[in-house]
């Protein structure tokens, strides 16, 4: 009886969602423009998308490589990288748009995990700006963040 | 709350049918070489708890009807019917399974009554076979982001005719109450066979087998009150 009252009340396993993330981010690595194998650190970088308010996790950070969400219920994010590689002035700041379009597909994962949203024909885009170039062009799906989908080279 | 309630209910259940039990254990007389006959016949009722569970719980409804036949001393041949509609709230959907099932089997009686009486502790097996709807109300996409939250979407999107296939292993008790009245509680391992899924979804309650856990098992409870219908004595 004991037993029987145990399994009855017990916590299930699947109870609680251990995938994580379950959307993947967008993630992005930067690299030396004169040395394309080398990361480069950029300087001072905030991300922000348009009219949204700086990400809190990168706000005026060193780091060669950021995953950034997408908005799931548009079929566009356009998003502003400000770096500053000299003192931290405002007038010496860079900013570049990059600009992300896709079609966003929802996929079902489990009971607790719900839906993920994947990212289909995804194509990228950038002003001329301290991002000097990045590959590719075009990407089929973003699915995962297990690896970078976009390098920039600055 | 709703699993405490079922943990509650089946305390007091077993309880209940334990103290049953010893009540009509009569005191040993001298049986010498008498063989009491017992009753044969058809056990009809209904699964009891459906109904209390549906009135504790506004997404729950079901009706069971029970039925078994004595083949032998030991040995019924057992059957379920039965009407369950659930619908299933998670942190991410809200889907509602709707239909019929059927049950088939053996209960196999392991208890040596005393006397003339008609008690049993029995384990089972069966065979299950669900036939639903199964509707996703709304869902949210799980986005893992506050910068760009997303919002429950209205979906109502319904597939019919899905079907559910498992088996189940059985152990219980039955207690003769009254003359021919029967009150049975028992729970269930249930495996299942074979499911359809929705589109883009998964059936996450099958009518008949309950909580589909992801290993594709689930747990059952059954108290049901039944008559026997005598057909003859052996």
């Known amino acids: 009886m004991i037993l029987c009252t145990a399994i009855l009340s017990g916590c299930e396993k699947d109870d609680f969602c251990t995938k994580d993330p379950v959307t993947p981010k967008l993630v992005l690595r930067f690299y030396d423009a004169n040395d394309r194998d080398q990361l480069k650190k950029t300087e001072r970088l905030s991300i922000w998308a348009a009219g949204k308010d700086t990400i809190p996790t990168y ?34 700041n860079e900013t570049a748009t990059f600009t992300i379009q896709y079609t966003p597909e929802e996929e079902f994962v489990s009971r607790s995990c719900g839906f993920r949203v994947i990212f289909n024909d995804v194509r990228f885009s950038s002003d001329t700006s301290w991002i000097q170039d990045f590959t590719p062009a075009p990407l089929t799906t973003i699915d995962n963040q297990t690896t970078a989908h976009v390098q920039i080279f600055h | 709350m709703f699993r405490y309630s079922i943990s509650f209910i089946f305390l007091l259940v077993c309880s209940l049918g334990y103290a049953q039990e010893k009540a009509m254990e009569v005191p040993a007389i001298e049986k010498g070489s008498l063989v009491y006959k017992t009753a044969y016949g058809l056990r009809l009722g209904a699964d009891i708890s459906k109904p209390i569970l549906a009135s504790f719980n506004g ?41 019929n099932y059927i049950r088939v089997g053996f209960n196999y009686n392991a208890y040596d009554n005393w006397l003339d009486m008609n008690n049993e502790v029995f384990t089972g097996v069966r065979y299950g076979l669900g036939i639903f709807d199964q509707t996703l109300n709304s869902y949210t996409p799980n986005v893992n982001s506050l910068y760009f939250p997303s919002e429950s979407i209205n979906a109502s999107i319904t597939d019919s ?25 028992s729970i269930s391992y249930k495996i299942v066979l074979a499911v359809n899924d929705p589109e883009n979804f998964k059936t996450l309650f099958a009518p008949g087998f309950g909580r589909i856990f992801e290993s594709g098992t689930g747990f059952g409870f059954n108290y049901t009150i039944s008559y026997l219908i005598p057909f003859t004595k052996k």
Do not use: C, M, Q
């Open chain 2, 161 to 185: 005719g899905l079907t559910a296939h498992w088996t189940e292993f059985i152990v219980g008790i039955k207690v003769e109450t009254l003359r021919n009245l029967f009150v049975s509680t």
């Open chain 2, 59 to 99: 997404n729950y409804t079901g009706f069971e009807l029970v039925a078994d036949y004595r083949i032998n001393k030991k040995i019924y041949v057992a059957a379920e019917i039965g009407f369950e509609e659930k619908t299933s709230v998670e942190e991410y959907s809200n889907s509602t399974s709707k239909g």
């Open chain 1, 59 to 92: 706000r005026s950070v060193a780091l060669d490589s950021v995953a950034i969400p997408l908005n799931t219920s548009t079929i566009e994010t356009v998003y502003h990288l400000k770096i500053n590689d000299f003192d931290g002035n405002l007038a010496s």
